[in-house]
T-cell receptor
Framework: GNSVTQMEGPVTLSEEAFLTINCTYT??????LFWYVQYPGEGLQLLLK?????DKGSNKGFEATYRKETTSFHLEKGSVQVSDSAVYFC???????????FGTGTRLTIIP | SAVISQKPSRDICQRGTSLTIQCQVD?????MFWYRQQPGQSLTLIAT?????????ESGFVIDKFPISRPNLTFSTLTVSNMSPEDSSIYLC????????????FGEGSRLTVL
C-alpha cells in the first residue's frame, strides 16, 4: 500500500535560515505528490504539487522536486520567515484516485 | 479551486452526546471526503461520501459511529455519535480538484472538544 514518511518535528529555525523538510514515499505506479500547510487555527492549504518524475513544484518561495529514483519529495526554502511557522504535511495520491495518504506532519517554528 | 464552508468551526461537547458537522461547497462535486485529525496527529480518512449512495468507510470507522448524509452535490454532513473524549479532534471536509491529480481542497475544519 501507499505510505509517506516525513521528517520528525518539531523544527525550530531562525528567520532567514535555509529549510529542508524530508519526505519519502512508497507507492505503486506513479503517484502525484503534494505538500500541504496548516497555519495555526486554520485548515489545510495546498502549498505545492508535482505530478511526474523530475517535476518541480514551487509556491511562496518553497520548492520540492519529484525524485523517482530516491522516492523523495523534500520541501526546501532558501530563507524562511516568521510567517512560515506552521505544520507541513507531505502527501501522495495515485493517478485517478482522490484518496490522499498523508505523512505525520512536521511542525515548523521560525523565531525572529 | 473550490470554496468549502464548515459549521461549526469549533464546539465543546459533553460525553455521550452527538454532534453534526455541516459541509457546504460552492460547486457541484461527485465525491466529498471526511477526515479526522487527532491532536498532534496527521489526517486520517474517515469515509468518502457520494451523492445518492451510502458512504464508503475506511477501516476502523463505522456508520453507527459516524453517520454521513449526502443529500445533493454541494452538501454533506458528518455526525459524531455518542462522543467520548477520544473523539476530540479536528474534522475536515474535502473535495477533489478538477485536474485529476489527486489534489484535495479542504474546509477550515471543525474542532471538537469532548469533556
Amino acid at each position: 500500500g501507499n505510505s509517506v514518511t516525513q521528517m520528525e518535528g518539531p523544527v525550530t529555525l531562525s528567520e532567514e535560515a535555509f529549510l529542508t523538510i524530508n519526505c519519502t514515499y512508497t507507492a505503486t505506479g506513479y503517484p502525484s505528490l503534494f505538500w500541504y500547510v496548516q497555519y495555526p487555527g486554520e485548515g489545510l492549504q495546498l502549498l505545492l504539487k508535482a505530478t511526474k518524475a523530475d517535476d518541480k513544484g514551487s509556491n511562496k518561495g518553497f520548492e520540492a522536486t519529484y525524485r523517482k529514483e530516491t522516492t523523495s519529495f523534500h520541501l526546501e526554502k532558501g530563507s524562511v520567515q516568521v510567517s512560515d511557522s506552521a505544520v507541513y504535511f507531505c502527501a501522495l495520491a495515485n493517478f485517478g484516485n482522490e484518496k490522499l495518504t498523508f505523512g505525520t506532519g512536521t511542525r515548523l517554528t521560525i523565531i525572529p | 479551486s473550490a470554496v468549502i464552508s464548515q459549521k461549526p468551526s469549533r464546539d465543546i461537547c459533553q460525553r455521550g452526546t452527538s454532534l453534526t458537522i455541516q459541509c457546504q461547497v460552492d460547486s457541484q462535486v461527485t465525491m466529498m471526503f471526511w477526515y479526522r485529525q487527532q491532536p498532534g496527529q496527521s489526517l486520517t480518512l474517515i469515509a468518502t461520501a457520494n451523492q445518492g449512495s451510502e458512504a464508503t468507510y475506511e477501516s476502523g470507522f463505522v456508520i453507527d459511529k459516524f453517520p454521513i448524509s449526502r443529500p445533493n452535490l454541494t452538501f454533506s454532513t458528518l455526525t459524531v455519535s455518542n462522543m467520548s473524549p477520544e473523539d476530540s479532534s479536528i474534522y475536515l471536509c474535502s473535495v477533489g480538484g478538477t485536474d485529476n491529480t489527486g489534489e484535495l481542497f479542504f474546509g477550515e475544519g471543525s474542532r471538537l472538544t469532548v469533556l
